[in-house]
């Protein structure tokens, strides 16, 4: 294992980072005045460039993870107007996620999750518009389909993976979604007491095999590592193709308050991992069972993983679209780190280690960086432009630093309004960023809204990259919590706004009103059911209390946004129907007496007369 270089520092960086962000928390009282934020010429410029006419189109989607709300959030750029909201990991009435039988079987018995990193499907590095993938720190992630804009799987949870952060990174092909732990435990899972978490904890990096045509998720691969806690990756393009780099802190291994005992050390690191060679060690046999998935140690297989120093507390690492630069940002310094692929190969060939953790070689600091830049205070996540510009939010000065990638040197930098967390460029993780626009993700909302109460609304500001100097264009207040967000060309992305009849093979699907009826079997009843405007085929039924019921029911429009819903009072149940959709609601009938179901749904003139009774003798 490598000494830990501690020093004094370790515990003020703490308090100084405490310190700061609690002097910019105090929230003060907006106030309306002409031309706040900039000139008349400057807002009337940001309003034009943010300005969507009626009937006109954004240029961009932009997908933001919902934090603990187990959401994610759908927004139009530049307007940065609020479309839809995908339901992932939390039952959601608005569209009846989470109450009929196939969303309710994906979650399971957990009905939260907190949700941080969505990745769009690539294809050569390019988001394709495909899948949108999300990860959930239980232990989850989920694949949405982006041709109807709904989650399709959800896989997991996956064994020994504790505190899944640190995903759901894809790569270029979208072989891999990538995972790995924020919270190590002994694997296989046992009780170890917290004295030994040096040495019986370990942390998991795991590979979820996507299938190239459905896209359905499998379990892959995991690489036995070391007790860290795993925090963001990024997948190699081009000339770094087959490698997956995640950023990690707690490095001294230790417990208690991770403020001071896990800032002891000077620098933490990222780990690469060849996930080519993780998957050829697989089909060689190598690796243990455990727990139902394959597990390599790294220090039985060499040339898995390897570590590179980083700076302390590190929280983005991200590959230059040309693959050839792994930047890295460390949360408590004030500098961001080029390290250069090619070097990182040849330190590798020439066995240039500083070191070993648990038998993952440590690579030495000077032979594999290119430049040290000087951007300022917190760094924490880059974005890439077209032109060879690179763009780093910086938490502690609450601003987006733009500096030359080759050069390193600092052109520009744009103050944030808040506390700023990720960035989100234009296509900004692909082989070819767009530019034009950058969302920052910010924390610690404060000032620039109306009072809400003690809970904040969130933000995210938009910022316009597309000229020499960086500008401000717009504040959007959003759902909580945007962590992290990908942002991708909307004329990539093709949904349907109807589901085509004869796509629609499910077993209990009806489209004549002659078909609609009860069936029963014992005590098990099946309603076939027919939504169209502006009724409901039967528009009541009969049951006995204590059976079970199937209610399926098939919505047989064929027109855009003529949604049905299907609410049955008292029985906690409410269902959403797409035009040309089936559903299915399974339930026992535990309460006698007659019950009303209704259209929830706003559909015609005639929606309130949607409606029907469910009798229970």
Known sequence: MVGSNRTPWAALSALVLVT?????????????????????????????????????????????????????YVYGLPSMRHLSTIPVYAPYPATGYGFDDDSKKMLGDLTWG???????????????GRWLF??????????????????KQILGPVPNLHGNHSSSFVTPNTEYAMMAT?????????????????????GIIAGVKIDPVSGEMSLGWQILMPPFDYDIGDAGKLVSDGWMFFTSYNTERATGSLEVTASQRDRDYIAAVDWRAAEKAIAEGKGEMIGGVRVLDPAKVPGLVYLMPCGKSPHGVDVSPDGKWIIGSGKLQGVTTAFNFEKVQTAIRNKDFAGDEDGIPVLKYESIKDAEIAVGLGPLHTQFGPDGYAYTSLFL????AKWKLGTWEVVDKVP???????????????????????????????????????????????????????????????EPEPHYAQIVKADKIKPIEVYPKDENKHPLAIWDVKD?????????????????????SPTSFEIREGDIVTVAITNIEQTTDELHGWGLLDYNINLVVDPGETKTVTFTAKKGGVFAYYCTNFCSALHQEMQGYMIVK
């Open 416 to 478: 944030m309004s808040y506390n700023i967390g990720h960035l989100a460029g234009a296509e900004g993780d692909t082989v070819s960023p767009d530019g034009n626009y950058l969302v920052g993700l910010n924390k610690l909302s404060h000032g620039r809204h109306l009072n809400v109460g003690p809970s904040q609304p969130e933000s995210s500001q938009l910022v316009d990259i597309s000229e020499e100097k960086m500008k401000l264009l717009y504040d959007a207040f959003t």
């Open 397 to 400: 000065d609450s601003a987006v």
């Open 516 to 536: 609609a009826g009860v069936t029963r079997n014992g005590n098990r009843v099946t309603v076939k059911m027919i939504a169209v405007r502006s009724s409901f």
């Open 20 to 72: 700061l962000v609690t002097a910019q928390c105090t929230p003060s009282q907006p106030t309306a005045r002409p031309g706040a934020g900039g000139t008349q010429s400057d807002l009337a410029q940001a309003a034009i460039k943010t300005y969507v006419a009626p009937g006109d189109l954004d240029e961009y989607y932009m997908f933001a993870s919902g934090g603990h709300s187990g959401n994610i």
């Open 182 to 202: 924020r919270f190590s435990r002994p694997v296989p899972q046992r009780a170890v007491g917290i004295d030994k978490y040096a040495t019986e904890y370990k």
């Open 134 to 151: 999300i990860n959930e720190m239980n232990g989850r992630i989920a694949r949405i389909d982006l041709r109807d804009f709904k989650t």
């Open 114 to 128: 907190d949700a941080h990193h969505p990745a769009l499907s690539e294809t050569k590095g390019d988001y394709d």
